[in-house]
């Protein structure tokens, strides 16, 4: 189900935490060093935002603080910059309906799209019928394995394969650099969990030869599978050191499992995580979780400005990333207010 609303001349009505983190969260993306897109390239015709018809296609059902925060800031940015129309979406992950929502979306008359894809494949029939039409799609936060400034104009999202390192690193302090250690696996057939994944195991092969990767397994992004699959592990690995979850939710249900077990979460067993919400990072602060990797999910600012640029004719880098923070229990509490 769709809904559209006009939003021309309106103000941000979004609390000011919220506003404030997404001024700075522009401030800290940059593009990537690679090629760039622009109208002459991509097809079609300049138009100001104010003029345009801006659709949006979220993909996962809005049960997780990174979905809500995300549809969030696009939405309050959509109210900002005063789009003529802006129309939303939620596929509540099943992958026929965003297909369906974004074709839906192009015959309500959007001439812009923002994406924010449920599988990296999958997705081609409604990006073709886009394409056909030379509208412009912004991906964000889950790269496609397409071809950027061909199947759609830019990709807007964090560097998976760095957080996945970044994760490497804080468990590997957190340990000592020793010890058997399992990973939450995100679901399977998208780059978020391919790359978090490549992230970690790399950075611990180099730097931690001492720390044995036991198990990987999917948590499928989701808390209560994450409870699961820990429950399993640690019957099968009593001795288990650290988990690597590749979100806060799987990370938040492996938490759960150690405490059913009769063990002190984030001192018998360590955790580590890639999000940055609320929850974790609450449990971090209070010593009961060891660290997590930020994955910003305020893209509003930086998908509009990018789109600004677009559509007025400039060139847009095919890649922008986000920087994101990160979280362990030196720092945890002074930035809970960060945290979404």
């Given at each position: 189900?769709?809904?559209?609303?006009?939003?021309?001349?309106?103000?941000?009505?979004?609390?000011?935490?919220?506003?404030?983190?997404a001024?700075?969260?522009?401030?800290?993306?940059?593009?990537?060093?690679?090629?760039?897109?622009?109208?002459?390239?991509?097809?079609?015709?300049?138009?100001?935002?104010k003029?345009?018809?801006?659709?949006?296609?979220?993909?996962?059902?809005?049960?997780?603080?990174?979905?809500?925060?995300?549809?969030?800031s696009?939405?309050?940015?959509?109210k900002?910059?005063?789009?003529?129309?802006?129309?939303?979406?939620?596929?509540?992950?099943?992958?026929?309906?965003?297909i369906?929502?974004?074709?839906d979306?192009?015959?309500?008359?959007?001439?812009?799209?923002v994406?924010?894809?449920?599988?990296?494949?999958?997705?081609?029939?409604?990006?073709?019928?886009?394409?056909?039409k030379?509208?412009?799609?912004?991906?964000?936060?889950?790269?496609?394995?397409?071809?950027?400034?061909?199947d759609?104009?830019?990709?807007?999202?964090?560097?998976?394969?760095?957080?996945?390192?970044?994760?490497?690193?804080?468990?590997?302090?957190?340990t000592?650099?020793?010890?058997?250690?399992?990973?939450?696996?995100?679901?399977?057939?998208?780059?978020?969990?391919?790359?978090?994944?490549?992230?970690?195991?790399?950075?611990?092969?180099?730097?931690?030869?001492?720390?044995?990767?036991?198990?990987?397994?999917?948590?499928?992004?989701?808390?209560?599978?994450g409870?699961t699959?820990?429950?399993?592990?640690l019957?099968?690995y009593?001795?288990?050191?650290?988990?690597?979850?590749?979100?806060?939710?799987?990370?938040?249900?492996?938490?759960?499992?150690?405490v059913?077990?009769?063990?002190?979460?984030?001192?018998?067993?360590?955790?580590?995580?890639?999000d940055?919400?609320?929850?974790?990072?609450?449990?971090?602060?209070?010593?009961?979780?060891n660290?997590?990797?930020?994955?910003?999910?305020?893209?509003?600012?930086l998908?509009?400005?990018?789109?600004?640029?677009?559509?007025?004719?400039?060139?847009?880098?095919?890649?922008?990333?986000?920087?994101?923070g990160?979280?362990?229990?030196?720092?945890?509490?002074s930035?809970?207010?960060?945290?979404?």
């Amino acid at each position: 189900m769709s809904v559209g609303v006009a939003l021309a001349g309106c103000t941000n009505t979004g609390s000011t935490d919220t506003a404030s983190s997404a001024s700075e969260n522009t401030q800290r993306a940059r593009a990537s060093d690679g090629p760039t897109c622009d109208l002459a390239a991509y097809g079609g015709q300049k138009i100001a935002l104010k003029d345009a018809v801006v659709g949006f296609s979220q993909s996962e059902k809005e049960d997780n603080p990174f979905r809500i925060a995300e549809t969030r800031s696009i939405t309050e940015e959509a109210k900002k910059v005063g789009v003529k129309r802006f129309i939303a979406t939620n596929a509540q992950s099943q992958l026929s309906k965003q297909i369906s929502d974004i074709q839906d979306l192009i015959s309500q008359g959007a001439n812009v799209l923002v994406v924010a894809p449920l599988n990296s494949d999958g997705l081609e029939p409604a990006l073709r019928q886009a394409r056909e039409k030379n509208i412009p799609v912004l991906t964000v936060d889950r790269k496609l394995n397409a071809a950027a400034c061909k199947d759609y104009v830019s990709f807007l999202g964090s560097d998976f394969v760095e957080q996945g390192k970044r994760a490497a690193q804080q468990l590997i302090k957190g340990t000592g650099g020793t010890g058997k250690v399992a990973i939450l696996l995100g679901t399977s057939g998208n780059t978020v969990t391919t790359d978090r994944t490549k992230g970690f195991v790399d950075e611990i092969k180099a730097s931690a030869p001492g720390i044995q990767i036991v198990a990987q397994q999917t948590g499928e992004f989701a808390r209560g599978k994450g409870q699961t699959v820990a429950e399993q592990l640690l019957q099968q690995y009593p001795d288990l050191k650290a988990f690597y979850a590749e979100n806060d939710e799987m990370g938040l249900g492996a938490q759960a499992a150690i405490v059913a077990s009769g063990k002190q979460p984030g001192k018998d067993i360590q955790l580590y995580s890639v999000d940055g919400t609320r929850n974790a990072v609450s449990q971090v602060a209070q010593n009961r979780y060891n660290g997590v990797v930020e994955s910003n999910p305020r893209f509003g600012p930086l998908a509009f400005s990018t789109l600004s640029s677009f559509l007025d004719g400039k060139p847009v880098a095919q890649t922008v990333v986000i920087e994101d923070g990160e979280y362990d229990q030196s720092n945890a509490q002074s930035r809970l207010g960060e945290s979404y």
